[in-house]
């Protein structure tokens, strides 16, 4: 299995359950954590409709070489949630 | 009275019962629903797609009456040829005019002897399809078929073969699973609210 579909597969799966395991109490935890959590859940909602529509449009496999869409269907899904946790947790007040 | 006497019988064990398996109803319905939100999502779309293929253009339709009889038609063979040679260079694989047909850059051939006609589909990555007359040989349609790449993203084979047809039976499973503890989800209370609302009203 290449290293983009662990990547997708990944994504896919293991993202959501690790983010349901997350917001699982999510009111007791901290306003960072909290900020996190929310940026993680857009990344990953930002990440499903990207991955969904580099897909299908223009309706053929895609080379290895074609990275735009090498990454947005199959990077995607794994790294905006992770990027959207780190932007919630850099962007919270703390002055508060 | 009989109401009474039944409660008796089953000394609160089945509400117990009842609620461990809404608890675990509740608990199926949420985990595989979010898990499985993306990949269905997907399938949708593609399943949508997949039915609509002509609307959509996304599988051509040539229309076209046999310009001859069944029995006078031109080999299989010489079809072939004719549709690489009118298949854009990129789809023709390293097949060149003037060789020998290259079956390995062919993916099938459909004839259809009531049109008059054969598909040529090639086995690049856009599935390039070339609509050859039986009878003269003639190139009549060349084009995408974008719904086999739908199809294959459909069953989860586009992410590398036949046994990724897994993803998408996942997900299957897990829509049958949420649809069926959702259903018992909203069903449990009803059926528990039951006895008791016809209990005050005196039943």
């Given at each position: 299995?290449?290293?983009?579909?662990?990547?997708f597969l990944?994504?896919?799966?293991?993202v959501?359950l690790v983010l349901l395991a997350?917001?699982?109490?999510?009111r007791?935890t901290?306003?960072r954590?909290?900020r996190?959590?929310w940026?993680a859940?857009?990344?990953?909602?930002v990440a499903g409709?990207?991955a969904?529509?580099?897909?299908?449009?223009t309706?053929e496999l895609?080379?290895d070489t074609?990275?735009?869409r090498?990454?947005?269907g199959?990077w995607?899904?794994?790294?905006f949630?992770?990027?959207g946790?780190?932007?919630?947790?850099l962007?919270?007040p703390?002055?508060r | 009275?009989?109401?009474?006497?039944?409660?008796?019988?089953?000394?609160?064990?089945s509400p117990?019962?009842?609620?461990?398996?809404?608890?675990v109803?509740?608990?199926?319905?949420?985990w595989l629903?979010?898990l499985?939100t993306?990949a269905?999502?997907?399938?949708?779309?593609t399943?949508?797609?997949?039915?609509?293929?002509?609307?959509?253009?996304?599988m051509?339709?040539?229309?076209?009456?046999p310009?001859?009889?069944?029995?006078e038609?031109i080999p299989l063979e010489?079809?072939?040829?004719a549709?690489?040679?009118?298949?854009?260079?990129?789809?023709?694989?390293g097949w060149?005019?003037g060789?020998?047909v290259?079956?390995?850059?062919?993916?099938?051939?459909d004839?259809?002897?009531?049109?008059?006609?054969?598909k040529v589909r090639l086995r690049?990555?856009a599935?390039m399809e070339?609509?050859v007359?039986?009878?003269?040989?003639?190139v009549?349609?060349?084009?995408?078929?974008?719904d086999?790449?739908?199809?294959?993203?459909?069953s989860?084979?586009?992410f590398?073969?036949?046994?990724?047809?897994i993803?998408?039976?996942?997900?299957?499973?897990a829509l049958?699973?949420?649809?069926?503890?959702?259903y018992?989800?909203?069903l449990v209370?009803?059926?528990?609210?039951g006895?008791?609302?016809?209990g005050a009203e005196?039943?």
């Open positions: 299995m290449s290293m983009s579909i662990t990547a990944t994504g896919l799966y293991l959501p997350w917001g699982h109490r999510i007791r901290t306003p954590g909290q996190a959590f940026g859940i857009i990344g990953h909602c409709l990207l969904l529509s580099f897909g299908i449009l309706p895609w080379p074609d990275a735009v090498g990454f947005f199959l995607a899904m794994l790294l949630p992770m990027l946790a780190l932007a919630g947790l962007f919270t703390t002055d | 009275m009989s109401v009474t006497v039944l409660r008796g019988a089953s000394p609160a064990a117990r019962r009842t609620h461990r398996f809404r608890r109803a509740f608990y199926v319905h949420l629903g979010v499985s993306v269905l999502i997907a399938i949708s779309i399943g949508i797609a997949l039915n609509h293929k002509r609307g959509l253009g996304l051509p339709e040539v229309k076209h009456e310009t001859a009889a069944f029995s038609a010489r079809l072939a040829y549709a690489l040679l009118a298949a854009p260079e990129s789809a023709r694989g060149k005019e060789e020998v290259d079956v390995g850059v062919i993916d099938r051939m004839v259809r002897p009531r049109n008059g006609y054969v690049d990555n599935s070339v609509t007359d039986i009878a003269t040989g003639n009549l349609h060349v084009g995408r078929r974008g086999v790449f739908l199809e294959k993203l459909h989860g084979e586009a590398g073969g036949t046994n990724f047809v993803l998408s039976d996942i997900a299957a499973v049958v699973l949420t649809l069926i503890t959702g018992w989800l909203w209370p009803k059926l528990s609210r006895p008791a609302r016809a005196g039943v």
